[in-house]
């Protein structure tokens, strides 16, 4: 499809957008709701949270430059959690951001590490990464439209109410975890340093599953490990003709369980 020229125009306008979104709570499948890390009232936070603290998430994103360190793991200056979410391997948790705005397509994309002993007093440095999803472009449906570039996974979350239900893999050993979630936002990634990350964090307790063999999450990489600056997917521009995507960063778990979002 030709585009007119005035698309050399949109990727300024859309950075002016200051928006962005943090998780602002998590579901268990029973109805538990455990609360993310508002970094808006750091005073007054319980000091009980699944979530780990960082610098003003959802407000700053993590740039590729930073993709080289220890930042991208959890966002800026990360702390762990000092308590976890109680879950079981097949469980779906509803992980649900405050707003996603629509210009900010991209992956969505969640991990899981293993902790040595107990997530709260983890070390992000040494953390391993396993992808256990991950979804990116989708189609073109909607790409003549402003922004442009057809349906993303953002779109998938933002058609959700601004959620994704993440999926405990059903063969995962029981242990403690830390699941990683975020978003890569793609509308300025056609420039060098453009793409934005919002990574977050949170520690989950996984019990004995009761289905078949457990597997070991094995084959992680460190967080600094997981993207680089000129990575296919990272340094990309979405706002054309796009017809394939690359999703950045490890390939998924082979004992991940495939699941669909509602309106995907
Ligand atoms: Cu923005």
């Known amino acids: 499809m030709r585009l007119p020229a005035t698309t050399l125009l949109i990727p300024f306008l859309l950075r002016t957008a200051s928006a962005h979104g943090r998780i602002t709570n998590v579901t268990t499948p029973t109805g538990t709701i455990y609360q993310g890390w508002d ?137 403690s975890y830390v699941l990683r979630h975020e978003i890569i936002a793609l509308h300025v990634a056609e420039e060098v340093d453009g793409a934005q990350a919002y990574p977050q964090c949170m520690n989950l307790k996984v019990a004995k599953g009761t289905g078949g063999e457990a597997k070991k999450l094995e084959g992680g990489v460190v967080g600094e490990k997981l993207y680089g600056i000129r990575d296919k997917g990272v340094l990309v521009n979405i706002h054309g003709n796009v017809t394939e995507y690359e999703i950045p960063g490890p390939k998924v778990w082979e004992y991940a369980t495939e699941f669909k979002q509602p309106s995907e």
């Open 39 to 175: 970094p808006a009232h750091p005073q007054t936070q319980p000091q009980d949270l699944i979530a780990w603290r960082a610098a003003n998430l959802g407000n700053i994103f993590v740039p590729p430059s930073q993709f080289n360190t220890s930042h991208i793991t959890c966002h800026f200056n990360a702390t762990p959690g000092a308590v976890y979410i109680p879950t079981v391997p097949g469980d779906v948790l509803k992980v649900q951001w405050n707003e996603w705005p629509a210009s900010h397509k991209g992956p969505v994309l969640t991990y899981l590490a293993a902790c040595p002993g107990s997530c709260a007093k983890s070390d992000k440095e040494t953390l391993a990464w396993v992808k256990i999803d991950e979804v990116g472009w989708l189609n073109s449906s909607g790409a003549d439209v402003l922004p442009l570039g057809g349906t993303w996974a953002t779109d998938v979350l933002r058609a959700n109410g601004a959620s994704w239900m993440v999926k405990v893999p059903e063969a995962l050993e029981e242990g």
